[in-house]
C-alpha cells in the first residue's frame, strides 16, 4: 500500500520561508514523478510543482516560480518544497502526490497534508 | 497556461439520478485529462485517467469520455457516497492546472 506523510506545515510571517518534507512508502521512487499541489482554506486544487526523478526535469505553476523549489532524494523516498518569500497567498494545505506510469500520469497517491498559515 | 473549465459549479441532484460533469480545456490536451473525487477534509482521489481510463477499485458508475479540448464525467446512477465535490485537471503540459471544481449536493 502507498502511503504519503508530509511534514514541516506551520505558522510563518510574510517573507519567510518554510520547507516542507514528504516522505514515502510502497513506492519505488524511480517510477514515480511526485509533486505538490495546494489548496487554499474554502477553494479549489492547485497543482504547484512537480519532479520527475528518471528524468531530473521539475516544473512549477507561475505563481511560485522563482519562490519555491522541489527536490528529494530517491534513494531516501522523501520529496521536499521549499518555500521562500512567503505570502498570505500562500496559506493552503499543502498535498504530497505521486504519479505513475501505470494510470498515464496522472496522480494516483496522495498524502493528507501539511497546512501552511502566512500571517503576521 | 491551459485553463480548465468545468460546468456546472454547483450540481444538486438525487440518489439514482445520472450525472454529468463537463470540462473544457483552452487548448487541446489530446487524452491526458483526470477527475478527481474530494470530501470535506479528505485528500483528493484519483476515478478517472487518460480522460476514460477508470482507476483500480473505482466503481462501474463512473465513466469518462473525450478528447482534445472536451471531457465528461458520467455517473450512472448516483449513490450516497458520491456527493463530493469533482475536478478534472489536465496533464498534458506543465504546469498542470485544475478546474474550478464541481460540487454534487443532495436534492
Known amino acids: 500500500e502507498v502511503q504519503l506523510v508530509e511534514s514541516g506545515g506551520g505558522l510563518v510571517q510574510p517573507g519567510r520561508s518554510l520547507r516542507l518534507s514528504c516522505v514515502a512508502s510502497?513506492?519505488?521512487?524511480?517510477?514515480?514523478?511526485m509533486h505538490w499541489v495546494r489548496q487554499a482554506p474554502g477553494k479549489g486544487l492547485e497543482w504547484v510543482s512537480g519532479i520527475s526523478w528518471r528524468s531530473g526535469e521539475t516544473a512549477y505553476a507561475a505563481s511560485v516560480k522563482g519562490r519555491f523549489t522541489i527536490s528529494g532524494d530517491s534513494a531516501k523516498n522523501s520529496l521536499h518544497l521549499q518555500m521562500n518569500s512567503l505570502r498570505a497567498e500562500d496559506t493552503a494545505l499543502y498535498y504530497c502526490?505521486?504519479?505513475?506510469?501505470?494510470?498515464?500520469?496522472?496522480?494516483?497517491?496522495w498524502g493528507q497534508g501539511a497546512l501552511v498559515t502566512v500571517s503576521s | 497556461d491551459i485553463q480548465m473549465t468545468q460546468s456546472p459549479s454547483t450540481l444538486s441532484a438525487s440518489v439514482g439520478d445520472r450525472v454529468t460533469i463537463t470540462c473544457r480545456a483552452s487548448q487541446s490536451i489530446s487524452s491526458w485529462l483526470a477527475w478527481y473525487q474530494q470530501k470535506p477534509g479528505k485528500a483528493p482521489k484519483l476515478l478517472i485517467y487518460?480522460?476514460?481510463s477508470l482507476e483500480s477499485g473505482v466503481p462501474s458508475r463512473f465513466s469518462g469520455s473525450g478528447s482534445g479540448t472536451e471531457f465528461t464525467l458520467t455517473i450512472s446512477s448516483l449513490q450516497p457516497d458520491d456527493f463530493a465535490t469533482y475536478y478534472c485537471?489536465?496533464?498534458?503540459?506543465?504546469?498542470?492546472?485544475f478546474g474550478q471544481g464541481t460540487e454534487v449536493e443532495i436534492k
Open positions: 485537471q489536465q496533464y498534458n503540459t506543465y504546469p498542470w492546472t
Open positions: 487518460k480522460a476514460s
Open positions: 510502497g513506492i519505488t521512487f524511480d517510477d514515480y514523478a
Open positions: 502526490g505521486g504519479s505513475s506510469g501505470t494510470t498515464g500520469w496522472a496522480i494516483d497517491s
